[in-house]
C-alpha cells in the first residue's frame, strides 16, 4: 500500500510537469512558421494582417515605391482640364509591376504582436492596481474589524462573486460599468482603462477570500500580545498580520494576476477589440486572448501560425510576469 501511494503521488506530480511541457511544445510547433518568419520582431511590430512588398534581400520596399504600380495597373486614367483622356497609365503600371516580379519583389503578408501583448499587459497592470488595496481592505475588515453578524454574509457575497461566470461581468462592463466610466473620464465605453477595471472587480473576490484565510491563520497570542503592549488596530494588521500571513496573501496575489492575464470573455466585451496602441487609457485596444478568440476560428496558413505564436508569448509572458511579480513582493515583504 505504501508503495502504490508513493508512485500515484509522484505519477500526479510528474503528470503536471508533463502537461505544462505538452503544452508548451504544441505552442511551440504550431507558432513555428511564424516565428521563422518574423523571428523576435513580431514582438515589437504593430501591424497585423498588412501586406508589404519584400525585396531579394528580406527587406521591405516603401509602400509608396510599390504600391501605386498596383493602382496604375488597374487602369487609371489622367484627364485634362476639360476631362478629355490625356495617358493611359495601364501600360506604364504593368510594366512596373512586370519589372518589379523581375526583381525578385514578393508580397508578404506581416503579424506582429505588439498590440495585443501591450494590451494584456496592461489591462493587468490595471486590474491590478484597481484591486489589490480593495481585496486586502476587504480581507482585514472581515478577518479583524467586522462584528460577528456581518462576516457571514460578507464572505458569503464574496464566494458568490467569484463563482460568477466572466460572460456576466463582461456584459455588466458593456452596458452598464463602461458607460459610467466614459461619462467619468471621457473617451469610449469600450477601452482599455474599462477592461483593466472589470479585470480587476473580477478578481477582488479571489484575492479577498483567499487573503481573509491568509489572515485567519495569524495566531491570537501575538494579537492580543501586541494590543496589551498598547499597539493599535492599524499596527497590529501592519506589524504583526502582515508580516506572518505574507506567504498567503502573496499566493492569492499570483493566482489574481494569472487569473487577469488569461481572462478573455469578460475582456472582449470592454476592451473594444481594435488592433490599435492605445494612447490613451480611455482608447479601445485588443489583448493576446481576445485576439485569440475573435480571429482563431476564420485563420489558416501564416495567420493561424501567427495566433499560434502570441498564444506561445502569453504562455511565457504569464510565467515571467508571475514569476517577477513573486520575486518583487517576496523581497518586499522580508524588508
Keep these: 500500500m505504501e508503495k502504490i501511494f508513493s508512485r500515484l503521488s509522484w505519477f500526479s506530480a510528474t503528470t503536471v510537469l508533463l502537461v ?170 469600450v477601452s482599455l482603462l474599462v477592461a483593466g477595471l472589470v479585470l480587476g472587480v473580477m478578481v477582488i473576490p479571489f484575492m479577498a477570500a483567499l487573503s481573509r484565510d491568509a489572515i485567519n491563520t495569524t495566531p491570537d497570542v501575538l494579537k492580543e500580545s501586541a494590543y496589551a503592549v498598547g499597539a493599535t488596530r492599524f499596527e497590529v494588521v501592519k506589524d504583526i498580520i502582515f508580516p506572518y500571513a505574507k506567504t498567503g496573501i502573496l499566493g492569492s496575489i499570483i493566482i489574481s494576476l494569472g487569473r487577469a492575464l ?29 485576439a485569440l478568440a475573435n480571429n482563431f476560428a476564420e485563420s489558416s496558413g501564416l495567420s493561424l501560425a501567427a495566433l499560434y505564436y502570441l498564444a506561445f508569448i502569453l504562455f511565457v509572458v504569464s510565467f515571467v510576469i508571475i514569476f517577477l511579480a513573486k520575486e518583487f513582493l517576496l523581497r518586499r515583504a522580508k524588508v
Excluded at 162 to 174: D, K, T
Excluded at 267 to 290: K, M, N, R
Aim: proline share 6%; hydrophobic share 50%.
Design 20 to 189: 505544462l511541457l505538452a503544452t508548451l511544445y504544441v505552442l511551440y510547433v504550431q507558432a513555428k512558421p511564424a516565428i521563422d518568419a518574423y523571428g523576435w520582431k513580431f514582438i515589437l511590430d504593430p501591424r497585423w494582417g498588412v501586406e508589404v512588398a519584400i525585396d531579394e534581400q528580406g527587406r521591405e520596399i516603401p509602400r509608396d515605391e510599390f504600391f501605386h504600380t498596383e493602382e496604375n495597373a488597374a487602369g487609371s486614367m489622367v484627364l485634362d482640364e476639360d476631362g478629355i483622356p490625356m495617358e493611359d497609365e495601364t501600360e506604364t503600371g504593368q510594366a512596373d509591376l512586370e519589372r518589379n516580379a523581375e526583381a525578385g519583389v514578393t508580397i508578404k503578408e506581416i503579424y506582429g504582436g505588439l498590440v495585443p501583448i501591450v494590451g494584456s499587459v496592461l489591462s493587468t497592470l490595471i486590474a491590478m492596481a484597481f484591486s489589490i488595496p480593495i481585496a486586502m481592505g476587504i480581507a482585514v475588515f472581515l478577518s479583524e474589524i467586522s462584528i460577528e453578524a456581518l462576516k457571514t454574509p460578507v464572505g458569503v457575497a464574496i464566494e458568490l462573486l467569484a463563482a460568477i461566470p466572466s460572460i456576466i461581468y463582461g456584459m455588466w462592463g458593456l452596458f452598464f460599468f463602461g458607460p459610467f466610466i466614459a461619462s467619468i473620464f471621457g473617451g469610449s465605453s
Design 262 to 290: 488569461g481572462e478573455t470573455m469578460a475582456v472582449a466585451f470592454v476592451i473594444g477589440g481594435v488592433y490599435q496602441l492605445a494612447e490613451h487609457v480611455t482608447d479601445p485596444t485588443i489583448s493576446i486572448p481576445v
